[in-house]
C-alpha cells in the first residue's frame, strides 16, 4: 500500500459554498460554482460566513487571530495608533531597549478607570503600563511616555480582524479544523433560508455542533501539564 504524499490543504471558499449548497440539497452533486445563478447564490452564502466568523472573533475562539505586533517608540510620543485591523489588545506587553534581543521588561495592561486616576501622564521614562482606548482608531496610551532616553520596542499581543469572506478563490482565514464547521454551518443556515423540512435543518445543526466541538477543541493552545500531588501521608 502506498501512502499519499500530499498533505491536506484548505479548500476555498467557494469551494466550501458549494458544498454547503449540495449538503442542503439545494444543488446537484454534480454542480460547480459558476452559472447565472451563482452569483446572488455565492453573495448570500459569504454575507452568513461573514458574520459567522464575525462571531467567533468575538467570541475568541480563533486562534489565528492572535499576533504579536511589534511597536515602535518615538520619543514624547502618546497616544500611539494602531493598524486598522487591530481588533483589541490582550494580555501583558513587552518592552526591548533598542540593538537587544533579551532582557525585556514586562508592560502590564490596565483599564480606563485606572489610568484616568494617573495623576502626572505627560511622565517621561520607560513604561510600566499601557492602556489601549477602543475609539475609531485604536490606540494605546503608555505610562511612562517614552522619551529620548527610554525607546526601542514594545511588542504587544493583539487580536487582529481577519480576512474578509469575498474572495471565493481564496481560503479561509482560520485554521484547517474550521473548515468543516463552516461548511456545516452554512448548510445550516441555507436550509432555514430555504424552509426546509425541519428535520432535515435540525440533523445540519447537529451537524454544525458536532463540527464546533472539534474546531473549538483543535484550536486552543494547549501546553503540556504536570500533576502534583501534595498529600504527604502514607498509601492505603
Given at each position: 500500500?502506498?501512502?499519499?504524499?500530499s498533505?491536506?490543504?484548505?479548500?476555498?471558499?467557494?469551494?466550501?459554498?458549494?458544498?454547503?449548497?449540495?449538503?442542503?440539497?439545494?444543488?446537484?452533486?454534480s454542480?460547480?460554482?459558476?452559472?447565472?445563478?451563482?452569483?446572488?447564490?455565492?453573495?448570500?452564502?459569504?454575507?452568513?460566513?461573514?458574520?459567522?466568523?464575525?462571531?467567533?472573533?468575538?467570541?475568541?475562539?480563533?486562534?489565528?487571530?492572535?499576533?504579536?505586533?511589534?511597536?515602535?517608540?518615538v520619543?514624547?510620543?502618546?497616544?500611539?495608533?494602531?493598524?486598522?485591523?487591530?481588533?483589541?489588545?490582550?494580555?501583558?506587553?513587552?518592552?526591548?531597549?533598542?540593538?537587544?534581543?533579551?532582557?525585556?521588561?514586562?508592560?502590564?495592561?490596565?483599564?480606563?478607570?485606572a489610568?484616568?486616576?494617573?495623576?502626572?501622564?505627560?511622565?517621561?521614562?520607560?513604561?510600566?503600563?499601557?492602556?489601549?482606548?477602543?475609539?475609531?482608531t485604536?490606540?494605546?496610551?503608555?505610562w511612562?511616555?517614552?522619551?529620548?532616553?527610554?525607546?526601542?520596542?514594545?511588542?504587544?499581543?493583539?487580536?487582529?480582524?481577519?480576512?474578509?469572506?469575498?474572495?471565493?478563490?481564496?481560503?479561509?482565514?482560520?485554521?484547517?479544523?474550521?473548515n468543516?464547521?463552516?461548511?456545516?454551518?452554512?448548510?445550516?443556515?441555507?436550509?432555514?433560508?430555504?424552509?426546509?423540512?425541519?428535520?432535515?435543518?435540525?440533523?445540519?445543526?447537529?451537524?454544525?455542533t458536532?463540527?464546533f466541538?472539534?474546531?473549538?477543541?483543535?484550536?486552543?493552545?494547549?501546553?503540556?501539564?504536570?500533576?502534583?500531588?501534595?498529600?504527604?501521608g502514607g498509601?492505603?
Amino acid at each position: 500500500m502506498t501512502i499519499a504524499t500530499s498533505a491536506a490543504i484548505d479548500l476555498p471558499i467557494d469551494t466550501i459554498i458549494l458544498r454547503a449548497y449540495q449538503l442542503a440539497g439545494l444543488l446537484d452533486h454534480s454542480a460547480s460554482s459558476a452559472g447565472p445563478t451563482w452569483m446572488s447564490k455565492a453573495s448570500m452564502a459569504r454575507d452568513f460566513m461573514e458574520l459567522d466568523l464575525q462571531g467567533l472573533q468575538a467570541r475568541g475562539f480563533l486562534v489565528r487571530s492572535i499576533d504579536f505586533y511589534p511597536l515602535p517608540l518615538v520619543a514624547d510620543t502618546n497616544p500611539y495608533d494602531l493598524p486598522p485591523v487591530t481588533f483589541d489588545l490582550i494580555g501583558t506587553a513587552t518592552y526591548l531597549p533598542p540593538g537587544s534581543t533579551s532582557g525585556e521588561t514586562h508592560i502590564s495592561m490596565i483599564d480606563y478607570h485606572a489610568y484616568q486616576k494617573i495623576s502626572d501622564k505627560q511622565s517621561g521614562g520607560i513604561p510600566s503600563v499601557f492602556y489601549p482606548h477602543r475609539a475609531a482608531t485604536f490606540q494605546v496610551y503608555f505610562w511612562q511616555v517614552p522619551d529620548a532616553m527610554s525607546l526601542g520596542t514594545v511588542n504587544i499581543q493583539r487580536r487582529r480582524i481577519l480576512a474578509t469572506m469575498r474572495e471565493g478563490d481564496k481560503t479561509i482565514d482560520c485554521e484547517a479544523a474550521w473548515n468543516e464547521y463552516f461548511m456545516y454551518s452554512l448548510a445550516h443556515k441555507l436550509a432555514l433560508a430555504n424552509t426546509l423540512p425541519m428535520a432535515q435543518i435540525q440533523e445540519l445543526r447537529g451537524m454544525k455542533t458536532e463540527s464546533f466541538m472539534h474546531a473549538r477543541n483543535f484550536g486552543r493552545q494547549r501546553s503540556s501539564g504536570m500533576l502534583i500531588s501534595t498529600h504527604r501521608g502514607g498509601r492505603y
